[in-house]
C-alpha cells in the first residue's frame, strides 16, 4: 500500500526535476552531525524551506525518521500511526518502519493505528523532500497528534524513547511544527522566543505551559512536547537553534506572519 502525496504542487513543486531542484536550494553544504531530533517547519517550501533545508543540512541520516506532526484536518484518531507500506512523492519512496511501529504498540494504548488521519495531511509529508536528498534509503514512521494533554506527551514520549532503545538502530524524532500564526512580526519573534527557550532548556512541561499561557499558535506543540520527553529520556543534552524566520522576510507582509524555527537536538 502507497501513500501518494496530497500537497505535490501546492506545499512544493509537483515534479521530479522541479522538486529536487526546489530543494536544492535550501540545502548547504557543511559539517552535519548524528541528531535524537529536531525541529522542523512544515509550511509551503517556499516560506519555511530556508529553514527546513539549514536543519537536514544539519544532521546525518539514520536509519529511520520518526515524523511526528499536528492534524490540521481534525480527522482520525487523537495519536494516529501509520503501520505499514510506504509514502511517496516525486522524488522519492518512503517505507514505513513496521518494526518500530510496532514497538511503539506494544509500549502504549495511547497510540493507535490509523491512515485516515493522515491521508491529507500535509505536515509529514512536507518533511519528505528534504529527507529523499540527504537520507534517500531512510525509512520513516509517521505519526499524527490531534490533542494530547501533558501527561499523555510524556507517556507517548516515554514508549517512543522505549521503542527505539529496543530497535537497535540509528532514529531520528522529527517534531513538525510552524510556530506563531498570523500575527505581527514584532509579535511573532516575541511569542516564539519564549517557546524557543523552552525547546533550547529540554523543557517540555515549560513549553507545554508556555504556548498555552500566552496563547502562543504553535500549530505542533504536541509533537514537540513529545518530541524532547523522547530525546530526554534518550540521552539529549544540548539544543541548539538553527535558524528562525517568518514569512514576512519571502512576502514583504510583516503585519501577519507565520513564523518558522529550526533546532537540532543532540
Excluded at 102 to 129: C, K, N, Y
Excluded at 151 to 166: D, H
Aim: aromatic share 8%; hydrophobic share 40%; glycine share 10%.
Amino acid at each position: 500500500m502507497s501513500r501518494q502525496p496530497a500537497v505535490a504542487g501546492q506545499f512544493y513543486a509537483g515534479t521530479t526535476l522541479g522538486l529536487r531542484n526546489q530543494v536544492l536550494q535550501y540545502l548547504q553544504p557543511g559539517p552535519s552531525e548524528a541528531a535524537i531530533g529536531i525541529v522542523s517547519p512544515h509550511a509551503g517550501l517556499i516560506y519555511s524551506g530556508p529553514v527546513a533545508g539549514e536543519v537536514y543540512s544539519a544532521i546525518k541520516a539514520p536509519e529511520t525518521f520518526v515524523l511526528i506532526g499536528p492534524n490540521h484536518r481534525g480527522i482520525g484518531e487523537p495519536i494516529a500511526l501509520y503501520g505499514g507500506g510506504e509514502w511517496a512523492i516525486p522524488t522519492g519512496t518512503f517505507p514505513v518502519d513496521q518494526k518500530l511501529g510496532q514497538l511503539m504498540l506494544e509500549r502504549t494504548p495511547l497510540v493507535a493505528l490509523d491512515e485516515s488521519a493522515h491521508r491529507m495531511e500535509h505536515s509529514l509529508e512536507v518533511q519528505l523532500p528534504f529527507i529523499a536528498e540527504i537520507a534517500r534509503e531512510s525509512k520513516i514512521l509517521p505519526i499524527s497528534i490531534m490533542h494530547a494533554s501533558l501527561s499523555v506527551c510524556r507517556a507517548v514520549g516515554e514508549a517512543l524513547a522505549a521503542a527505539i532503545r529496543q530497535c537497535g538502530y540509528s532514529v531520528t524524532i522529527v517534531a513538525s511544527t510552524d510556530m506563531s500564526h498570523y500575527v505581527s512580526a514584532d509579535t511573532a519573534r516575541k511569542l516564539d522566543g519564549k517557546a524557543i527557550d523552552r525547546i533550547l532548556a529540554l523543557d517540555p512541561e515549560g513549553l507545554y505551559a508556555t504556548v498555552h499561557e500566552y496563547r502562543i499558535s504553535m500549530c505542533g506543540v504536541y509533537p514537540t512536547t513529545i518530541m524532547l520527553y523522547a530525546a530526554k529520556e534518550l540521552g539529549a543534552r544540548h539544543v541548539r537553534l538553527v535558524r528562525y524566520a517568518t514569512s514576512g522576510e519571502v512576502s514583504g507582509d510583516y503585519d501577519q506572519v507565520v513564523g518558522y524555527a529550526g533546532l537540532v537536538i543532540t
